[in-house]
């Protein structure tokens, strides 16, 4: 079993920041990538940043110049510092991997329970 537990959503005003955090646990032998996913209300689940083993890091348009995706190999976090918030960065924010859970095995995306993103005055 994988379980991606997240953490660091909450409230926050304009022009403000935080950060997020994202743990894979569980039978994992190898995280090709992990990542950050957001949805609005009534609208799909874009790709906020996305980082690789390797290091190579994808953001999506509406975040480029003020989020920073980050990652810990060795404990399998990715973390997300989002600065400069927008109200329309309102979202839910959910984690991603795409791993192995054996030498033999297929890769796997997971996908975390979501944590919510209000940026508000």
């Known amino acids: 079993q994988v379980q991606l537990v997240e953490s660091g959503g909450g409230l926050v005003q304009p022009g403000g920041s935080l950060r997020l955090s994202c743990a894979a646990s569980?039978?994992?032998?190898?995280?090709?990538?992990m990542g950050w996913y957001h949805q609005a209300p009534g609208k799909q689940r874009d790709l906020v940043a996305r980082?690789?083993?390797?290091?190579?890091?994808n953001y999506g348009d509406s975040v480029k110049g003020r989020f920073t995706v980050s990652r810990d190999n060795a404990n399998n976090t990715v973390y997300l510092q989002m600065n400069s918030l927008k109200p329309e960065d309102t979202a839910v924010y959910y984690c991603?991997?795409?791993?192995?859970?054996?030498?033999?095995?297929?890769?796997?995306?997971?996908w975390g329970q979501g944590t919510q993103v209000t940026v508000s005055s």
């Open positions: 569980g039978s994992i032998f190898n995280i090709y990538s």
């Open positions: 980082i690789t083993s390797g290091g190579v890091i």
């Open positions: 991603n991997a795409n791993l192995q859970r054996s030498a033999w095995s297929s890769r796997v995306i997971y």
